[in-house]
Structures are given as C-alpha cells and as structure tokens.
C-alpha cells in the first residue's frame, strides 16, 4: 500500500480508528516466547469504535494465540500521537493495515528476561 492510501484510508473512516497500544504479557505454556524470557512487551495497533474495545479485541485476540496479557497501555489515535511528538511513516502503513482489514496488528515483540 502506498503511503498516500494509508493516508487516505486512515483519515476516511469515522466509525473507526485505530489505537496504538502496548500489552505486556507474562508467561504460558507454547506461548511461543523466548526460552528465559519472563514475558513481552507487544505494540499493537488495533481498529475499533473506541479505545475500550481496541483493548477488548486486543486481549481477545492474544489470548486465542495463546499469549497471557498482564497489562495494556494505551497511546491514542493516530490524531492524538500526531499532536504529540508525531508519527513515523512505517508506523502509519502499520496503522492503514489495521483499520483496512479491521484487525488488530502486532508489529513489535520484545521479550523481557529477568525477574518479572
């Protein structure tokens, strides 16, 4: 996708938008993490009407893969980052992705080792 779809897709939606969030998860048995890692942290980017159901559908959905979420942060749409310290051009492809197919993307997993 061209970054000036992404950018038509992601400001053309009203009923959507998608929301950056970041979900620490702990461990589970085949969650397919690092052996020795205490957990992850995940950014996503997940569509939804609003930031309640972006974390509801986050959770869902690494729970069905069978990750064990801890914690979720969120940081806002893309309107809110962009008034912040602004968003980088991968990032909005990320963020296009997530509202055109209406899902929840992972687009970073760093585990964690240590004490959790």
């Given amino acids: 996708m061209s970054p000036e779809r992404a950018r038509a897709v992601s400001a053309g939606d009203k009923d959507q938008t998608v929301y950056t969030l970041v979900?620490?998860?702990?461990?589970?048995?085949?969650?397919?993490?690092?052996?020795?890692?205490?957990?992850?942290?995940?950014?996503?980017?997940?569509?939804?009407?609003?930031e309640a159901e972006a974390v509801r559908e986050t959770v869902s959905v690494l729970e069905v893969a069978g990750l064990a979420?801890?914690?979720?942060?969120?940081?806002?749409?893309?309107?809110?980052?962009?008034?912040?310290?602004?968003v980088a051009e991968d990032e909005r492809l990320l963020i296009a992705q997530a509202l055109c197919e209406d899902a929840?993307?992972?687009?970073?997993v760093t585990p964690f080792f240590g004490e959790p």
């Fill in 104 to 108: 929840v993307v992972v687009a970073e």
């Fill in 23 to 50: 979900v620490q998860v702990g461990r589970k048995t085949g969650d397919g993490l690092p052996k020795g890692a205490s957990g992850a942290g995940l950014l996503c980017y997940a569509a939804a009407a609003d």
């Fill in 69 to 86: 979420p801890l914690d979720v942060t969120a940081y806002g749409t893309l309107a809110e980052r962009e008034a912040g310290d602004g």
